[in-house]
């Protein structure tokens, strides 16, 4: 154990920090914001692909995808380094740390080359299709059902809580292809292009305003998908989920450590001298420690349920202890309750109210806070299930 | 950074979890005398805290903890025998002031240390039995509490509530009401996986204030407020549902429960409840 990171890393900080310093887009170019998780702005499409071309884009991969081989210690100083200048390195998260992940993980090497590679580049941007009306927290009980008759599936059902779908250009999409098989071991995973016959989306607003439209409806009717589309083998789809909710969910914790210092530096004045305060300090250390410890060779894959648990619920309290501090002024909507920064989409036009709201994005997708109790008790404490 | 315990330390928890176990059953004296030989009153913050950690599972009785973090980080040296140390100025409920050998006072000349048998301490019941706390007559003290005498009692109330944890968890996993095994039923696994985080963070903290002791961080002193202050919310939360999922076994002298309630409770209380210490962290 030792309060100090190793010279390696330190050295990859400081290339990437150079980095940064010398190409980062200035406020000018950077002018058109984006209005979803899957709408990126030309300049941030032109960004990403320089981020991608000198293997910062995702620098665990190897550089023909973006990266430079490296360690998990240094991809979480990359993603420090992001965070501590507020800067995002894709505006199209999902399709990143997730599509584009589980591709290189899963997908065929034609597959890499169609989809991944220009999902990183951000030449096309992509979505996931995962909940269901009916599915959930029992996501393993999704009913969207793909046949595939010679080398075509043809789906037939709906998605919905589908983020950026009307601005994505292909769905990683879960389907049921065995409906005789038990729940979990029916499932395969296909990429759709949105602009197939039969996909429909119907983008709807949030609690913050009718118009912030990233939540979509989708809607797949007779929508027919080569069989090349496949992800991983057939019915191997659940693999692909937890590989999929998997990836970068070790440094996951990291987006709620940047919640908790935005709250830090964003709350200071309503916070003084206010215990509060203290926890949320508090709170931001515990979970950059633990998940520090997550980066050695101990780790366990439930210990991830701790970290999701602890970051989401402080990110919650402490929003509502700073929506509370700020009295009647908290009701003004919009309202600009962080710095600017052309780099950073969030929060500096969000309400006290808002912010308080979107806290429950973290305690309720990809995994409730109930469920990860579940896993906690049943993974860790050894409870029966 | 790294925040993960090395092999040797590892290695040095598990000697001590094997140790204490075995010595703990023996008379009190003993149980001092095997630790004092053992040198783990000299050992460094972070492998103390571990230390701390493994005796406050165990209940343990002896004047470990206040020789070691409150004695030795105020005079640099170990005492003959036992020792503690009177920080605040008011000289109550000091841990172990009724028969420490040695007694360091923190006054604004420099630290005093004088003869535990001069001070004319009067051991003061409290709810925990095994822990020492005496009120002690002492004049013209000014304020001021090393960073590791929190640590300590912050290490020592994980150790304590871990055990609660851990004796919930064997309870819940055999006792069956309604056909099921309590540990199946959704409210209880809630109450425990929170008790479970509760203990990992306070647990980091502790870790963290060891470390920042251990490598004079100036971070220290808002590292050791964190550190007492998750600690004992950690507490507030294990004792409540600790004792409630226990039900009514919990609720008895026979049980070895209300022991480690105790002390956990103990450790809270001890130089300041975790209220008083997320407020000094705000002006740390």
Known sequence: ?????????????????????????????????????????????????????????????????????????????????????????????????????????????????????????????????????????????LRTRAVLDGDTFTVNGQKIWTSGAHDADVLLTFVRTDPGAPKHKGISALLIPTAAEGVVRRPFGSIAAEDDHDFNEVFLTDVRVPRENLVGPLNAGWRVANGSLGHERTLLWLSYAERLQDLVRDAGDAGAGQEWYATLLMDLTALRLLGHRQLGPNRNAAEISVLKLLGSEAVQSASLHALEAHGADALAHPARTGPYHHMHHEDFVSSWFERYARSFAGTIAGGTSEIQRNIIAERILGLPR | MEFELDEEQRMLRRTVRETVAKVRPQPEDRQWETYRSLGWLEAPPLELALILEELGYAADPTPFLATATWFAPLTGRLPEGSGTAVFDGVGRYVLEADRADEVALLTKGGVTVVPGADLGAQRVGILDPHVHVAHVDAQALSAGVPDLALTGLAA????????????????????????????????????????????????????????????????RTKAAHMAKAAAGECQRLVFRHGLQLFGAMGFTWENELQLHLKRAQACDLLLGTASAHRKALLTA
Request: glycine fraction near 6%.
């Open chain 1, 1 to 141: 154990m030792k309060l100090a990171d190793d010279p390696e890393v330190e050295e990859f900080r400081a290339q990437f920090s150079a980095f940064l310093d010398a190409r980062l887009p200035t406020e000018a170019e950077a002018r058109e914001r984006s209005h979803s998780s899957a709408h990126v702005p030309d300049w941030a499409r032109r960004w990403q692909r320089t981020l991608f071309e000198h293997g910062w884009l995702l620098p665990g991969q190897p550089p023909e995808y973006g990266g430079r081989g490296a360690t998990l210690p240094q991809q979480l100083a990359h993603l420090e380094e992001l965070a501590r200048r507020r800067i995002y390195h894709s505006f199209n998260p999902q399709g990143l740390g997730i599509i584009a992940a589980s591709l290189l993980t899963f997908g065929t090497e034609e597959q890499k080359t169609r989809w991944a590679v220009p999902i990183l580049r951000a030449e096309i941007t992509a979505a996931l299709g995962m909940s269901e009306p009916e599915a959930g927290s029992d996501l393993a009980s």
């Open chain 2, 156 to 219: 020592t109330a994980v150790g304590a509530c871990r055990r609660v944890l851990d004796l919930v968890l064997a309870h819940v996993k055999q006792r069956t009401q309604f056909g099921q095994v309590l540990g199946s039923f959704q409210a209880v696994k809630h109450k425990a996986a929170d008790m479970h985080v509760a203990v990992e963070r306070a647990r980091a903290l502790t870790h963290f204030s060891a470390l920042t002791i251990a490598e004079d961080d100036p971070r």
